[in-house]
């Protein structure tokens, strides 16, 4: 009855009229940014966070749940309607979605992506409001080596899980941990990686490298690629499905969800697995599987429910552990660090008014955005619309405004250009942006408590196995990276079993990169999905 | 000599397109359709899909008129493309489609006929949806 009692207080908070009114705010802000392809809501709460300073943490974020929430139905608009997913999450919804709407189901697939997401999010977010407080529980009996253990799987498995290329993927995330090593050491105070320049001594701040990376990267690379050849939105009235299709789509949102809010939690989650999982499941257990790759509704309601439950699995481990595995998230646990808030199991029992009425305001998010898309729709394919020199001149002024209003120093835009330059040439040689962003943001979390756990067994490395979690999760980890190299020479040996085992193992990594790819945008978006997930 | 038609997939476009093709029978030049876009949108409803492109194609074709159709997307406006293919292939006719606007309307949003009006060098004829033959 706790967590009950505590969710209605949430609600009290969410539901005052400035706090709707943010909410509101956030899922329109949401929505028009995930339609956009190359914008994504971890951008645009980078560049929100500046502006949000002024604001009671919990307005703030209330309207970052909403941008959350919201980028995850704006992406799946695009993808119907455009056959370019607005999100990486998307990309699986493209396949049947675009091929529903240009046989004239437009509406009935955003109808079954809207109404799909609403009541994926709806349980994921009862779920998550269930779940949290008991990994809460279990997570303050843990130490210094459990954490360690956690937060050093949680990167490299989104690392090595994520993307086509895992040597790209851990170059990101060596570039990342090396910027979040920059400043003092917070131990003996000597200086690191500051090149003698007084004004590194504090670090690089978290905003800056998240807006030059995401913003003015993203910006630069759009500005090489400018003139492409335009194409057309698929006309769509108002969303609406008929009977045969509330039949067809009610079990896929659900296996939808089973799928997404579990690969959401875990710290290897984002968007992209479960939503193939789900596209492969819905083919396979169809009643109408000559329909597939010709616009089957299963298709577009499994995976954008599971797009949506993964994004409210998510926040489990970013609300419960103050372990981010996504993009968003990533940017969301910088907020809370910005706003002065300690994120970790002491969330719950620190800020609990606060965490309850964000829980509460994913629920008013998830019905405020089913109100506003369903009639909306046609006006987001509009936005594609606009010419982007106007869209991106707009990102780089908030961009250049939020990095200098942070430190009010000059330098800080000198370190937004040059990183801003970073962003660019890793979407140019293809890295993955996702693992550079956690990098920054979970290296020095991940380095005080590695400091923690060997002053506590006196600088003896053995003292980081000195939990059991702790050695079960190297365990785990040991698995996971040495899976690829195990499934080699296992393809090596059984040369006859290649056919059979390559697709079925491998499938969930390679086959929405390749759905990307064969979109107009090219291969990057594909490797850029960390910005997108989120 | 040639006649260059600026082409868009509007009630505008269509009229104009098939008043040029009316002049190019009359004169027997070549027909150079023009539909470009500045590319710095996603999405362009003004700039041809494949199939509308096809039709067109294949109406000309089964008319008899020997035609060339562009589409050039270099970041340059609608009217900089028409009046620079007219430069370049010597146009005799300009043939473009006005949309209905007032005075004050024309005043604020400024216009691409408007520009082709000003700034070509051979006639240039308007036409207007519903009114051409």
């Known amino acids: 009855m706790d967590v009950f009692s505590s969710l209605m207080d949430g609600f009290a908070t969410a539901l005052t009229p400035m706090n709707l009114l943010y909410a509101v705010i956030g899922v329109i802000l949401g929505s028009a940014v995930g339609v956009l392809p190359g914008l994504g809501p971890a951008m645009t709460i980078a560049l929100l966070l500046p502006v949000t300073y002024v604001l009671e943490p919990t307005s703030a974020f209330i309207m970052f749940a909403g941008i959350y929430y919201g980028g995850m139905y704006g992406g799946s608009t695009t993808s119907i309607l455009l056959n370019t997913p607005g999100e990486s999450s998307s990309v699986v919804t493209a396949i049947e979605g675009n091929k529903m709407a240009k046989a004239g189901r437009a509406a009935q697939a955003l109808a079954t992506a809207a109404i799909g997401s609403f009541v994926a999010g709806t349980i994921g977010t009862a779920l998550l409001a269930v779940f949290a407080p008991i990994v809460v529980e279990f997570a303050v009996s843990l130490g210094s080596p459990s954490y360690f253990a956690i937060m050093v799987l949680a990167l490299l498995a989104v690392t090595a899980v994520l993307g086509s290329s895992r040597l790209r993927g851990f170059a990101s995330l060596g570039l990342g941990l090396a910027i979040g090593l920059v400043g003092m050491d917070s131990v003996t105070g000597q200086r690191r990686l500051t090149f003698g320049q007084p004004l590194l001594a504090d670090g690089l701040d978290i905003v800056v490298v998240a807006v030059a990376i995401f913003a003015v990267g993203e910006a630069l690379w759009v500005a090489a690629h400018m003139r492409r050849t335009p194409l057309h939105v698929i006309p769509v009235g108002r969303p609406w499905m008929g009977k045969q299709d509330w039949k067809r789509s009610w079990k896929p949102w659900l296996r939808g969800t089973a799928f997404g809010f579990p690969f959401g939690a875990l710290p290897a989650g984002g968007a992209e697995i479960p939503t193939f999982l789900s596209y492969v499941t819905e083919k396979r257990l169809s009643k109408h599987p000559e329909e597939f790759g010709k616009g089957a509704i299963e298709g577009v309601a499994g995976p954008e429910a599971a797009n949506n439950a993964a994004a409210a699995g998510t926040m489990t481990p970013l609300l419960a552990l103050g372990l981010p595995t996504n993009a968003t998230a990533a940017v969301m646990l910088a907020a809370f660090v910005q706003f002065g808030i300690q994120p970790g199991p002491l969330l719950f029992a620190n800020e609990g008014p606060l965490v309850w009425a964000l829980i509460a305001s994913l629920f008013i998010g998830n019905f405020l955005l089913l109100l506003i898309n369903l009639p909306l729709a046609p006006m987001w394919a509009k936005i594609l619309q606009l010419p982007r020199p106007y869209l991106y001149a707009g990102i780089l002024f908030f961009a250049t405004l939020g990095a200098y209003s942070v430190n009010l120093q000059a330098f800080d835009l000198i370190l937004l250009l040059v990183l801003g330059a970073l962003g660019f040439m890793m979407r140019r040689f293809g890295l993955p942006v996702l693992p550079l962003i956690l990098g920054v943001i979970l290296g020095p979390r991940i380095e005080g408590q590695l400091r923690k756990s060997l002053q506590l067994s006196a600088g003896d490395p053995a003292g980081l196995l000195s939990e059991p979690i702790a050695v079960g999760i190297y365990v785990i980890l040991a698995i996971i990276l040495a899976f690829p190299l195990l499934l080699k020479l296992w393809r090596r040996n059984r040369p006859a079993a290649l056919q059979a085992g390559v697709p079925a193992t491998r499938s969930g990594e390679s086959e929405p990169t390749d759905a990307s790819g064969s979109t107009s945008h090219g291969s990057h978006r594909a490797t850029t999905g960390g910005d997108g997930d989120g | ?133």
């Not at chain 2, 492109?53 to 008899?64: C, K, M, N, P, V």
């Open chain 2, 1 to 133: 000599m040639t006649i260059v038609v600026g082409y868009v997939p509007t009630p505008e476009g269509e009229a104009a397109l098939t008043q040029a093709v009316a002049e190019a029978r009359k004169s027997n030049t070549t027909l150079l359709v023009i539909n470009s876009s500045k590319g710095d949108a996603l999405v362009d409803n003004r700039y041809a899909q494949e199939p509308e492109i096809q039709s067109i194609e294949d109406r000309l074709a089964t008319q008899g008129i020997d035609h060339v159709i562009k589409q050039p997307v270099r970041g340059h406006d609608a009217a900089a493309e028409v009046l620079d293919a007219a430069e370049e292939h010597n146009a005799e006719l300009i043939v473009i489609g006005l949309r209905r606007r007032t005075p004050v309307g024309k005043l604020i949003m400024g216009s691409t006929s408007q520009r082709i009006l000003l700034e070509a060098d051979c006639p240039v004829l308007a036409v207007k949806a519903g009114t051409a033959g």
